[in-house]
């Protein structure tokens, strides 16, 4: 069985900072990449940001382009989103996640979400 756990979350205002963080547990399993999707009260679960471990290579919506950075290290399994100037419209759930395919796939794995509320 394998785990992600988020941490970090919290209540920020906005202009602020927060990072996340997310580690693996259980069994151990090798990951193509891994990301943070986001889910806001009364909308679908969005893509907010991947990493491929080969060349290390990210990837980012549109929307926190310029204020999000991840980062992580691909023999733990950990993956950091360091969110910065964060506006209120970034508020949501998020989700860590992970693809555990050799060549790239779908998201096999999600931790169970860390709240961030950013206050106007």
């Known amino acids: 069985q394998v785990q992600l756990v988020e941490s970090g979350g919290g209540l920020v205002q906005a202009g602020g900072s927060l990072r996340l963080s997310c580690a693996a547990s259980?069994?151990?399993?090798?990951?193509?990449?891994m990301g943070w999707f986001r889910q806001a009260p009364g909308k679908e679960r969005e893509f907010v940001a991947a990493?491929?471990?080969?060349?290390?290579?990210?990837v980012y919506a549109d929307s926190v382009k310029g204020r999000y950075t991840i980062s992580g290290a691909n023999a733990k399994n950990t993956v950091l989103l360091q969110m910065n100037s964060l506006k209120p419209e970034d508020t949501a759930v998020y989700y860590c996640?992970?693809?555990?395919?050799?060549?790239?796939?779908?998201?096999?794995?999600w931790g169970q979400g860390t709240q961030v509320t950013v206050s106007s």
């Open positions: 990493i491929r471990w080969s060349g290390y290579s990210t």
């Open positions: 996640a992970a693809d555990a395919s050799k060549y790239g796939g779908t998201w096999d794995y």
């Open positions: 259980g069994r151990p399993f090798s990951s193509y990449r």
